[in-house]
């Protein structure tokens, strides 16, 4: 079992910056894939970006790339996503998923993650 919390979220306007951290606990989080995903309103859950065990791995959507970075500490058992560049398409609940997965393999959608923090907000004004 994995817990999961978010951080990190907020109101920030257009052209801006967040960076969010999801802080595991309970087993070993460097057996762990990690993901961001994110949901709008009225929109399905969507991959954000994806990081393997050792973070040599990383995978993002199209939508993301070159402006969010993931990344992560196994000392500190926690994931981040660093956003730059926001636009207002950009808002939405952000959830991080884990999973253990063979090393190297990084699921890029929902149904291969099994643990979920709560989500944390971000709202990007124009």
């Known amino acids: 079992q994995v817990q999961l919390v978010e951080s990190g979220g907020g109101l920030v306007q257009a052209g801006g910056s967040l960076r969010l951290s999801c802080a595991a606990s309970g087993r070993t989080f460097s057996r762990y894939v990690a993901g961001w995903f994110r949901q709008a309103p009225g929109k399905k859950r969507e991959f954000v970006a994806g990081?393997?065990?050792?973070?040599?791995?990383?995978y993002y959507a199209d939508s993301v790339a070159g402006r969010f970075t993931i990344s992560r500490d196994n000392a500190k058992s926690t994931a981040y996503l660093q956003m730059n560049s926001l636009s207002p398409e950009d808002t939405a609940i952000y959830y991080c998923?884990?999973?253990?997965?063979?090393?190297?393999?990084?699921?890029?959608?929902?149904?291969?993650?099994?643990?979920w923090g709560q989500g944390t907000q971000v709202t990007v004004s124009s």
């Open positions: 998923a884990a999973d253990l997965q063979e090393f190297g393999t990084v699921p890029r959608t929902a149904a291969g993650y099994i643990y």
């Open positions: 990081i393997s065990w050792t973070g040599g791995l990383t």
